[in-house]
């Protein structure tokens, strides 16, 4: 379990906010946020960047639908917090989301932008079925914000020790 103090690392996992239905024609891949969605994105940054929450890099399926629900954190938080835009969030597994978040690297504190169902079983992955079940009874919401804590630093290969330190989403914060 997580300290209280400085964790050793933190990652923040962010589904997408709301999306639009797709149009004919349309790949979902294509598919934009819809206008709640964009209201969505914009409540969850400012309200993480409230929160004193900032990730020092942020990975971004490249769907667009991703990208702009990244976007408000960029701006919210740092003209300057780096956002990589990975194809393999898209239709990744949860080892992907695994290999890419816990990956070595100098940061400390990384936020995954991606889809469900894999951001939902990557979070009961990491705090387990009991705890993610009490922060999203009802599944875990768009642009639904899961903040976990480790007191070492996770590897792709050992990702265990997690805390959840926080939950936000639009209606809610916990």
Request: with cysteine.
């Amino acid at each position: 379990m997580a300290s209280l103090g400085t964790p050793a690392f933190r990652l923040y996992i962010l589904r997408h906010a709301r999306a639009a239905w797709t149009q004919p024609g349309q790949s979902d891949f294509d598919r934009a946020l819809d206008d709640e969605g964009f209201a969505e994105a914009e409540v969850i940054a400012e309200e993480a960047a409230d929160q004193g929450y900032r990730p020092d890099v942020i990975f971004s399926s490249t769907a667009v639908r991703c990208h702009q629900t990244a976007e408000p954190f960029h701006r919210t938080m740092s003209e300057e917090l780096p956002i990589a835009y990975v194809d393999s969030l898209y239709s990744g597994t949860v080892d992907t989301y695994a290999e890419l978040a816990f990956a070595e690297r100098q940061e400390k504190a990384v936020m995954i932008v991606g889809h469900n169902p894999m951001i939902e079983e990557f979070f009961f992955r990491l705090v387990g079925k009991a705890m993610a079940e009490t922060a999203t009874p009802f599944g875990y919401p768009t642009a639904g914000l899961a903040i976990v804590d480790f007191d070492k630093r996770p590897t792709e290969a050992d990702y265990s020790g997690a805390c959840l330190a926080g939950f936000m989403a639009p209606n809610r914060v916990t």
